[in-house]
């Protein structure tokens, strides 16, 4: 799990088979587990500047990441297992944090524009 910079984030999905690691070098990445016990990156999630916070969702069907470059990018788990970009929310200055509510149903982004922000998460499959 390399980052070409300091790693300053990690953590576990909900059930333990997905980490996400985020990084001074402006990116997330997604690794799975495997059924040898091993951990294969799946996924790279690029900003244009560091990276506040990386939740999973509940379900650790979704991902949500904050930037400094004003943008949370929400990617999901699709079908056949890869994660996709579902949407961006942006704000008018650095983003500081992001969440998922308990169902998994919203997302509240919070920014050093003196807002936060509530997103209905849609399309969730």
């Known amino acids: 799990m390399n ?3 300091a790693a ?3 953590t576990f999905s909900p059930d333990g088979r997905h980490v996400v690691t985020a990084s001074c070098d402006h990116t997330a990445k997604i690794h799975g ?3 040898d016990g091993s951990w294969v990156e799946k996924a790279i999630i690029y900003h244009k500047d560091w990276l506040r916070s990386v ?3 509940p379900d650790g069907c979704h991902l ?7 943008k949370a990018k929400i990617y999901g788990l699709s079908h056949n297992g890869s994660w ?5 929310i942006s704000h008018k200055r650095p983003i500081t944090s992001a969440t ?3 169902d998994g ?8 524009d003196y807002t936060a922000r509530i997103t209905e998460l849609r399309g969730s499959n």
């Open 8 to 10: 300053t984030l990690a």
């Open 64 to 70: 949500v990441t904050a930037s400094s470059d004003k």
């Open 55 to 57: 939740t999973f969702s």
């Open 3 to 5: 980052h070409i910079r």
């Open 105 to 112: 149903r919203y997302i509240v982004t919070a920014s050093e």
């Open 84 to 88: 996709v970009i579902k949407a961006i």
């Open 33 to 35: 587990l495997q059924v």
């Open 100 to 102: 998922f509510s308990a």
